[in-house]
């Protein structure tokens, strides 16, 4: 097929109308991406030198992971962290400490580097460096992956499934999980994200670009309007979330209050990453999928 010739970027088929457990309306979905310092290496290695550019990441084990599972703590709730390799290496207590609090652990990425097609050799050095980070610091093999800067290819997605990875939390473009369809069968699992519940936009475009940053209430409000919607429509609310921004002081507080909100709702289905992949893999099996 010549490749100017229209057709879907997702060849996938829509997402099944699988029903969340115990009659839950909706599933709620936090997920954190630890990038510490390696977002800004992944940018431009020379921001090693550039040292109060790299303090931004460093905010994360210093203070804002302790700080989000405090919050997390005290809400009862579970989130899953996507964790760069560089990141386990340089701050290995801080991650162990996310381990030992109970949440799910997923794959980042090693440098934080966007996924290009074409550079298979750099893809396959990120997810392979990342897989063996994890399993050399902590101990574990992670099931989840969330592609760095949110991009991905067929090739990216390949070599995930063949490594065990069970679902990504990457593209835009539905608000159900699906399967992704791969030119010699089925792929992982996408649990889709949402571009306005990313923290980044609102609390850090200042180090990026001239735009302001976005008051508490006003993020509030976009994110009550998503999830109110998401909700009715069945869906599910995925958060992307980063410590070096969630885990400031103002960013904080409208989490504590997003939290508080979204519990306020009794049909709200709250996993983690493994539990919705778990969750469709047993509705797949009950469909002879």
């Known amino acids: 097929m010549p490749a100017d010739t229209p057709r879907p970027a997702n060849p996938a088929p829509p997402a099944p109308d699988f029903p969340w457990p115990e009659g839950k309306r909706s599933a709620f979905f936090l997920g954190f991406d630890v990038d510490a310092e390696s977002v800004w290496l992944g940018m431009d290695r020379r921001n090693a030198e ?30 899953t962290f996507f964790i760069t390799g560089w990141t386990v290496e340089a701050h290995p207590a801080a991650c162990e400490a996310i381990l030992k609090a109970g949440h799910e652990i ?14 298979d050799e750099t893809m396959r050095e990120e997810v392979e ?3 063996e ?28 499934r063949d490594r065990g990875i069970r679902y990504s939390s990457s593209w ?34 200042h180090r990026m670009s001239p735009r302001a ?7 509030l409000s976009i994110w009550r309007d ?12 995925t958060m992307m979330l980063h410590p070096q921004v969630s885990g400031r002081p103002m960013r904080y507080r409208l989490l504590d209050e997003f939290l508080t909100y979204v519990a306020g709702f009794d049909d709200v289905w ?10 469709y893999e047993r509705c797949e099996a009950a469909r002879g999928v």
């Open 270 to 279: 709250w996993a983690t990453g493994r539990d919705i992949a778990d969750h």
């Open 172 to 205: 835009r473009d539905d608000i159900r999980p699906y399967r992704h369809l791969l030119p010699d069968g089925p792929g992982p699992i996408e649990i889709p994200v949402n571009y306005s519940l990313d923290d980044w936009n609102f609390g850090i475009t």
């Open 129 to 131: 460096r990342g897989f």
């Open 226 to 237: 998503e999830f109110e919607q998401t909700h009715a429509w069945g869906g599910v609310t």
């Open 50 to 79: 550039r040292l109060v550019t790299m303090s931004y990441g460093g905010y994360e084990a210093r203070v804002g992971i302790a700080k989000l599972l405090e919050l997390l703590a005290r809400h009862d709730a579970k989130g």
């Open 213 to 219: 940053l976005f008051s508490r209430e006003a993020v």
């Open 106 to 119: 997923a794959h980042h990425g090693y440098w934080h580097l966007r996924p290009e097609p074409g550079d």
């Open 133 to 160: 980070a994890l399993k050399r610091v902590l101990g574990l093999i992670p099931v989840g992956y969330r592609a760095p800067s949110g991009e991905s290819c067929v090739a990216l997605l390949k070599m995930l």
